[in-house]
């Protein structure tokens, strides 16, 4: 039982980690080209 929430916890962690790590690309994109978010 234990072993496997342990499990889930780390698919979890992976999980956000991998969204995060998008959310900050997506962010260094905006600001290295504003004008491109204006644009869209």
Do not use: C, H, W, Y
Request: no cysteine; proline share 2%.
């Amino acid at each position: 039982m234990i072993e496997i929430n342990k499990k889930i916890q780390d698919v979890i962690k992976e999980i956000v980690a991998r969204e995060f790590e998008e959310d900050t690309r997506l962010l260094k994109i905006k600001d290295a080209a504003p004008e491109a978010s204006i644009a869209g």
